[in-house]
Structures are given as C-alpha cells and as structure tokens.
C-alpha cells in the first residue's frame, strides 16, 4: 500500500531516512532533527510531500518531494529530497513513482525530479523505464578551512 505519511509514521520515517543517509555515504553527518522538520513539512504543506510504501500497514519505503519554481525558467517542478525503501521490499515499491507523479500534476508541476545515488545509480533503469531522462549529475566537495 502507498499512502500519505501520517504522523504516527514519523519515527519510522526518521529511521529509514537515517539507513538512506547512510546508503548515500554522505560526507555530513545525519540530522535527525532536520529529518523531522521535513517530515513535519512534508504532511501539512501542501507542496511538500511524504509518501510511505506499507505494504503490511508498517512503513517499508519513504518518497519526500517539493513542488516549486525552478531557479531558472518559469515553470514549476517536483523534486525529490529523499527515496528510500528497506532493500527486502524493493520490488513493489516502483510504484511509489507514479503516486509521485500524481501529486505532481495536480500541484501543477510540469516536470518530475528524481535523483540517484553515485556515479552510475541502479535506479536509472527504473528510471529510464518510467520515462526519466538523464539531465545532471551532482558533485559534492567538503570545503575546509
């Protein structure tokens, strides 16, 4: 089942927000904090997201997304922040994908964002399959002192 978040979803949230920061070899340490405030974001702003994959009612997968004007053309976009789900329930959750997509069209964004992880992320296929095309690739530097 996908769904919105609903705030007693917030502390599984929050856990597997943790494992994908983790996944995602950020080179800044997590914040669970900060997680909070876009969980709380993502259920009462209605150009924010969050959606939960339950597949058995418990929280398995995690989508956060923005609806905004993008920085440089007048239109607007949804971007995702986060994507997550539990590597043992995998195989379902594509579909999160189109609830995304969904909610995007009817937040009148006219282009849907989504991000891999690394250089060459298993998510482009799935992502390719969907429609995506390739548009960037980011890059990420500690600056010292």
Do not use: N
């Amino acid at each position: 089942m996908i769904r919105p978040a609903i705030a007693s979803d917030k502390a599984r949230v929050l856990a597997m927000a943790k494992e994908f920061h983790a996944e995602a070899q950020s080179p800044f340490p997590f914040s669970g904090p900060m997680v909070s405030m876009l969980f709380d974001a993502g259920i009462s702003d209605p150009d924010r997201l969050t959606l939960v994959y339950a597949p058995d009612g418990r929280p398995e997968g995690v989508l956060a997304a923005v609806a905004a004007p993008h920085q440089l053309a007048p239109v607007k976009i949804a971007t995702e922040l986060m994507w997550w789900v539990d590597p043992m329930h995998r195989g379902g959750a594509a579909a999160m994908l189109g609830h995304y997509e969904q909610w995007a069209r009817g937040r009148a964004c006219v282009f849907s964002h989504m991000v891999g992880l690394g250089s060459d992320p298993a998510t482009s296929l799935l992502y390719q399959r969907h429609g995506y095309q390739a548009a960037e690739r980011h890059f990420i530097k500690p600056l010292t002192a």
